[in-house]
């Protein structure tokens, strides 16, 4: 039962995400009359998890983010650390791997807060890039995660993880 309200409850939200995100784009008539495709994907590592990673796909934009990271280990082993970085990777249509949504904390004066910082990784919409068109659910279910940090004594860990398509809606425009 519990998982079925999860389930429910997660549709609606994700339904409710993808019209939000129509109805703020300056080209909602372009939108609502072309198909829109939308995956979540999750994955787990060997110290962290990652959950809801979204791909948003409409007629002329893409969006890539919106996922939560969980560090498995101490949290303590964290407190003091200076460098967090992740990077998302897509086969292209060449079938070579590349980064499609990055980003990087560093601080010089103190610790960073990584773990405050990893409960939504941001997201990045952007028109289409060369090759864009020729991806579709292969290139997706194929996405990777790279996460480098360093740890309170300044050691630092890479750790790649494979992520899972979770759900993929299709929406089809009427013609």
Known sequence: MKKTVLLLSSIIVIT????LY?????????????DVSFYSLHGTGENWDVHDYKIIITPDKILRGHASLSYKGDPAELSQST???YKFYEN???????VVYANEFRS????LSILNNIK???????EYSHGELEKGRANYESSLLEIIWQ?????????????????EIKIRAEE
């Open 22 to 34: 129509l109805y703020w784009d300056k080209d909602v008539e372009v939108a609502l009359n072309s």
């Open 151 to 167: 740890d309170n004594e300044g050691r630092q860990h890479t750790e790649t993880i494979n992520l899972e398509l979770d759900k």
């Open 92 to 98: 292209n249509d060449r079938g070579e791997k590349e």
């Open 83 to 85: 460098f967090f970085e």
């Open 108 to 111: 010089y004066n103190g610790p």
């Open 120 to 126: 939504d990784t941001g997201s990045l919409t952007g």
């Open 16 to 19: 409710n995400v993808l019209w």
